[in-house]
C-alpha cells in the first residue's frame, strides 16, 4: 500500500510542477502576499476533485471492457506518460528558463478565485492529467491500494501548491537560475520513465 501511495504521489507532483499560468498565478499571489491560503487550497481541492472523479470514473470504465483493451489502455498510458519524460529531457537542454509571473493584479477574495478557477479548469492539460492520466494508472492498483494511489496524488497538490504559495518569496531567486530548472526537469524526466515501465509491465508489454 505504502508503494501505491509514493506511486500516486510522485506521478502527481511530477505532473504539477511545470510552471504555467495557474502555477504563476500562485507564485504572484505568494510574492504579493495576497489571499494565499485561499489561493493554495482552492487549486489543491480542484486538483482532488478531478483526481478521485478519474480514478472512480476510469474504474467503472474498466468493468466494462475487456482484459485485452485494459492491456491496451495502459499502453498507451505507458507512452504517454514517457512522452512527457521526453518533454522534460528536452527542456534540460533549453539555453533560457525562466519564472513569467503574469502582470493580473487582483485585491478582492472572490475577484482572485474567480481568476483561479478559470486557470484551473480553462486548461485542458489539467483534464487531461487528472482525469485521464492519473485516473488510467489508477487501474494497475486494486482495493486499498487504489484508494492510497489516489491519496498519494491528491497530497501531492496539497503539498506542491502550499509549498509553492508561502514559499514563492525564496522560490523565485532559486528558480531564476537556468541550471536549477535543468536539474528539476531531469528528476522529473527519470521519475516520469519509471511510471512508464511499470505501466507497460502492467500491460504485459515488457
Known sequence: ?????????????????????????????????????????FCAIADIILIFIGVT????????????????????????????????????????????????????????????AVLTFGNPHVYLDTMVLIGSISQQFSGDHRIAFALGASLASFVFFFSLAYGAKLLIPVMQSPNSWRILDFLIAVIMFIISIKLAYAGNWL
Not at 506511486?7 to 495557474?22: E, P, R, V
Not at 482484459?67 to 534540460?92: C, D, I, K, P
Open 1 to 41: 500500500m505504502i508503494a501505491a501511495f509514493l506511486t500516486g504521489f510522485m506521478l502527481g507532483f511530477s505532473l504539477i510542477l511545470a510552471i504555467g499560468a495557474q502555477n504563476a498565478f500562485v507564485l504572484r499571489q505568494g510574492i504579493l502576499g495576497h489571499h494565499v491560503f485561499y489561493v493554495a487550497l
Open 57 to 116: 470514473g476510469i474504474s467503472f470504465f474498466f468493468n466494462t471492457i475487456t482484459e485485452q483493451t485494459s492491456n491496451w489502455l495502459f499502453r498507451v498510458s505507458a507512452l504517454w506518460v514517457a512522452g512527457y519524460g521526453f518533454l522534460r529531457l528536452h527542456a534540460v537542454f533549453k539555453k533560457e528558463i525562466n519564472i513569467k509571473l503574469e502582470s493580473t493584479s487582483s485585491k478582492t477574495l472572490l475577484s482572485t478565485l474567480s481568476i483561479a
